[in-house]
């Protein structure tokens, strides 16, 4: 190889790495997506063990209760794999994305249900959304799931609470969040 290609070649070189270098000093930096994140602490996985030991799907109101008790024993199933899934986590960040997904999946899997079922189950399925107090929307439900929709939240509020500081009074031996008995 000639000696002027060795020449041309380490300076076509030193332009790269001072080119490199350059473009780590002013290239953009990338903007983070928003996640809402929650701790998952243990007053907030009381709240959840409290609905987890809740006699769910039980007739009343104008809910007439699931077609048998297979079907009731099915449907509280997901939710309770739903909420066994969320309190086996360590405490700790929760990402409402990876909350998202789980809801998803317990959504699809009362999707075949009655509709007053399926309903009921999203009710559920709020509340725990509503317990993590995220505001965003999980993307799953609609203001007939719940009892109406606050300024400033996504997604409606849970059957059965009045303000986005829980429930009005405690269901069936259930903690509300504003930790009235």
């Not at 709020?126 to 997604?155: H, K, M, N, Q």
Request: aromatic share 8%.
């Amino acid at each position: 190889m000639p000696h002027y290609a060795r020449i041309i070649a380490m300076v076509v070189l030193g332009l790269v790495a001072v080119g490199g270098m350059a473009w780590r000093l002013i290239k953009p930096t990338p903007v983070p997506l928003y996640e809402e994140t929650a701790r998952l602490s243990p007053d907030i996985r009381g709240h959840l063990q409290a609905l987890r030991v809740e006699a769910k799907f039980a007739p009343e109101g104008d809910y007439p209760g699931p077609k048998g008790p297979k079907t009731r024993a099915r449907l509280s199933a997901v939710i309770d794999d739903l909420l066994d899934d969320i309190l086996s986590e360590p405490d700790g960040p929760l990402e409402a994305s990876d909350l998202a997904g789980r809801l998803g999946l317990a959504v699809a899997a009362v999707s075949k249900r009655t509709e007053a079922d399926a309903r009921r189950a999203h009710g559920y399925m709020l509340e725990i959304w509503w317990i993590f107090g995220f505001r965003s929307a999980a993307g799953y439900f609609t203001p007939g799931d719940g009892a109406g929709v606050v300024d400033g939240w996504a997604e409606p509020l849970p059957p059965g609470w009045t303000s986005a500081d829980g429930r009005a009074a405690p269901l069936q031996g259930a903690v509300n969040l504003q930790g009235a008995p």
